[in-house]
């Protein structure tokens, strides 16, 4: 299924001239908690909501905004949507919260620079938006009071701070520097650092792509740098770790296979299965625990990825469309818990692409070696056996590079 209504281009200057142009992409997207509509948010200034069983948008849940809608969230109970506009490193955006069932929208934006990230606690209490000016402040979404201000401190600039994501217990937070060479977890309610991670420079590329939490909130994945130049190649940020919460020391074997920046990442809301994006024009899809890399498939400037609610499906961004695919029924065995047949909470229409359609069922699987123990915080080199780079072209009839245009970074700005 192929979602499309987003701008795709618009001219760059205001009196119209078309001698430069500029690619909207769609920067955000969230699903509903019932798997059967999305959202998502664009440089074309408009957040949109989608019927997926239509296979069209609501048009009259239109958002039309004055700057670009860098992000949008969904609360798990479906209570609420947040939507946040501005441009990157802005200091002045708008963050609305709107109440699903009566329609009323609150602005939450005074006093508050540029919106970067935002993120809703699991328990639908809580809202953290992180700003252009290095604060992250935490809103209580039915009142709209502020419960607590964080200072990230490893703001070099206005523009440091790459993601903010809330625990599963929502009482801390997690916070990752644009050119993800920091990580600092925060306790809410207390208002302090509990710890910072591996620090480097804070030059280099920049990336908004998100990080999880995993269960019981014991520990953290995210792409991450570990170079300590002021390096700005693409290869600075092309692998996947995970960190002990407690510690912040890198847990097990990462996920190696892109060769170019990390700009999207989806976990599933069971951990068993992590999605990947990247500038080398590759998806790949790993599970989680065992680190075995399933499948990866060539799609032209994807932007974001996301799963839906019951894993079933991935959804990802290229330029302005929206593409949904179905995950193959043999990988969800084979990694899912096995569980009773129930209707689909998530909606696919008839002809949608499935992954068992993009895998090379031939393909040798490549070498994986299982994860270590928590404490353990430094991979040999001659103790793993990377995952083979090559990627398996999408077939005809299926979701082709020109379906996609020539061009989500996971960019919330």
């Known amino acids: 299924m192929t979602l499309e209504g987003h701008e795709p281009v618009g001219p760059l200057f205001p009196d119209g001239k078309m001698e430069r142009t500029t690619m909207k992409h769609v920067s ?15 440089d074309d200034k408009t957040a949109r909501q989608w019927d997926l069983q239509a296979q069209k948008e609501v048009k009259e849940a239109r958002d039309v905004r004055k700057q670009e809608v860098c992000a949008v969230e969904v609360s798990r109970d479906g209570r609420w949507v947040v939507t946040a506009s501005g441009s990157f490193g802005s200091r002045h955006g ?92 925060w306790d809410v309610q207390a208002e302090t650092c509990l710890r910072r991670g591996p620090v480097r420079s804070p030059g280099g590329m920049m990336t908004n792509a998100p990080m999880f939490w995993t269960s019981k909130d014991k520990t953290i994945v995210t792409a991450f740098s570990f170079n300590v130049s002021n390096s ?24 190696e296979g892109h060769t170019s920046l990390v700009t999207g990442l989806a976990l599933s809301f069971d951990c068993a299965l ?84 993009l895998f090379n069922s031939n393909a040798t699987p490549p070498a994986v070696r299982q994860r270590k123990d928590a404490d353990d915080d430094l991979i040999c080199d001659e103790d793993y056996v990377p995952p083979s780079r090559d990627s398996q072209p999408l077939p005809t009839g299926q979701l082709t590079s020109g379906e996609h245009g020539s061009g989500r970074w996971c960019f919330c700005f």
């Not at 969230?30 to 998502?40: A, H, I, N, R, T």
């Not at 919260?97 to 970067?116: D, L, M, N, Q, W």
């Not at 938006?129 to 039915?142: E, F, R």
């Open 28 to 42: 955000s997207i969230c699903y509903f908690p019932d798997g059967k509509q999305l959202m998502s948010g664009s």
């Open 94 to 185: 708008e963050l609305r919260v709107c109440e699903v069932e009566t329609g009323i929208v609150k602005s939450f934006s005074e006093g508050h620079a540029g919106t970067i990230s935002i993120d809703i606690s699991l328990d639908s209490t809580l809202l953290a938006s992180a700003s252009s000016d290095g604060t992250v402040w935490i809103k209580s979404l039915k009142t709209g009071d502020l419960e607590a201000t964080i200072q990230f401190q490893n703001s070099f600039n206005s523009r440091s701070m790459g993601a903010v994501r809330f625990s599963q217990d929502s009482k801390k937070l997690a916070i990752k520097s644009s050119t993800a060479h920091c990580l600092e977890v």
């Open 232 to 255: 700005t190649s693409d290869r600075d940020l092309e692998t996947i770790y995970e960190f002990d919460a407690s510690t912040l020391k890198k847990v097990g074997t990462p996920f």
């Open 274 to 357: 992590l999605a990947s994006a990247a500038n080398d024009q590759t998806i790949k899809l790993w599970a989680f625990e065992s680190r075995q890399l399933l499948a990866s498939f060539d799609v032209q400037y994807p932007r974001c990825i996301i799963f839906s609610p019951d894993s079933r499906q991935l959804v990802y961004t290229a330029w302005a469309k929206i593409h949904i695919c179905d995950v193959s029924s043999d990988i969800l065995s084979g990694i899912l818990p096995v569980q009773q047949e129930e209707p689909s909470t998530s909606t696919s229409a008839a002809g949608a692409p499935h992954f068992a359609d």
